[in-house]
């Protein structure tokens, strides 16, 4: 029957090439549609008999393989409504041996030592966006022992990601980001609380925002992180941001509470084009570069260490290799923080 050879071979096809799934079965629904097209209109034909079967007998087959495509869809939102296999080794008021051990590069410097890591390990850390730049930040605050970690991501892992997202792997196509950076934290270190949501954030979760000591901005459209600052600008809890783009990169705290810049002071309109990475391209290891000096800020900021960010923005060029650091202050008029 040449209509199921034309489906084993889109099968093989995908299967080599590693198409997405949705790319592939779309491809094969396709054909399915046009097998039974051909039966319908013209059944006693020579093309009607060429792909075999019946209308009945393809409509039997489209059944069935729905019946398996809805039986791993409602598997896979089962999954993603559930909680990492690794749960967390539960927390005591002491650190473990285990975890002296762990965070002792950490215990021995003057500017953290045992109080900074408890600082650490009783942090609500709220990271939005678990793509190149949320990649390094949650892997880097994991192994810092940041002990809880809220982690939002509307989106699922997909081939054109790994070149620069290195928390997801090649098998978890398809997967929730949120999940399956989840799930790797926790690899990382048992020693954490990580609660993945499977959604944007908007203006409206303030309530949520308002339970974090400091929220961590790694999404990519101007929109987005407006409605994030405007959100933890309601609740009064910092915002560690960071920007890329092609070969550049910036970070900076937004905290109007304590008397900083909010995002609206410096940038009050958006963008004639808010170009995403998709479109304006990204070099792969930018993210790894702006995600770990966002990870370091978080780290300071979380353990009051050095001088963070706040009231200033680094800029990093890589393509020559040169990084910059300006002020930044807040604006009385503005329409976000302003009084």
């Given at each position: ?12 096809f995908?299967?080599v090439t590693?198409?997405?799934g ?11 549609l ?31 393989v ?8 409602g ?6 409504r ?14 473990s ?29 709220l ?12 892997l ?17 892992v ?25 799930e ?12 993945p ?14 339970g974090?000591d ?15 600052n ?24 937004f ?10 002071c ?21 993210p ?41 202050s ?10």
């Amino acid at each position: 029957m040449l209509g199921l050879w034309i489906i084993a071979l889109l099968l093989i096809f995908g299967r080599v090439t590693r198409l997405p799934g949705r790319i592939m079965w779309g491809m094969i629904g396709g054909v399915w549609l046009l097998m039974l097209a051909v039966q319908l209109a013209v059944p006693d034909s020579g093309a009607a008999r060429a792909m075999g079967g019946s209308a009945a007998g393809w409509l039997v087959l489209g059944g069935l393989v729905a019946l398996v495509m809805a039986y791993r869809t409602g598997l896979r939102r089962l999954r993603r409504r559930a909680t990492p296999d690794d749960a967390p080794v539960p927390q005591s008021d002491m650190m473990s041996d285990a975890e002296l051990d762990r965070y002792a590069r950490h215990l021995v410097l003057h500017e953290i030592g045992g109080a900074g890591q408890m600082r650490l390990r009783q942090a609500r850390v709220l990271v939005i966006g678990a793509g190149g730049l949320g990649s390094p930040v949650c892997l880097y605050l994991a192994g810092a022992g940041v002990g809880h970690v809220t982690l939002a991501d509307d989106d699922t892992v997909s081939l054109s990601n790994l070149q620069r997202q290195v928390i997801f792997r090649d098998d978890l196509r398809g997967e929730p980001k949120a999940y399956a950076a989840a799930e790797a934290m926790l690899r990382l270190n048992p020693h954490l609380d990580v609660t993945p949501l499977i959604r944007r954030i908007t203006e409206k979760d303030r309530d949520l925002i308002a339970g974090h000591d400091l929220v961590i901005d790694g999404t990519d459209s101007f929109a987005g992180r407006a409605d994030i600052n405007a959100a933890c600008v309601a609740a009064g809890v910092p915002l560690l941001s960071g920007a890329i783009g092609q070969w550049e990169g910036q970070v900076t705290l937004f905290d109007p509470a304590r008397g900083g810049p909010c995002m609206a002071c410096l940038f009050p309109t958006a963008p004639a084009r808010d170009a995403p990475c998709a479109e304006a391209g990204v070099v792969g290891a930018l993210p790894g570069v702006i995600g770990s000096m966002m990870a370091l800020e978080a780290i300071k900021h979380l353990t009051g260490a050095g001088q963070g960010l706040h009231s200033r923005m680094m800029i990093f060029d890589g393509l020559y290799g040169e990084s910059r650091m300006i002020g930044t202050s807040r604006d009385p008029a503005c329409p976000v923080c302003g009084q």
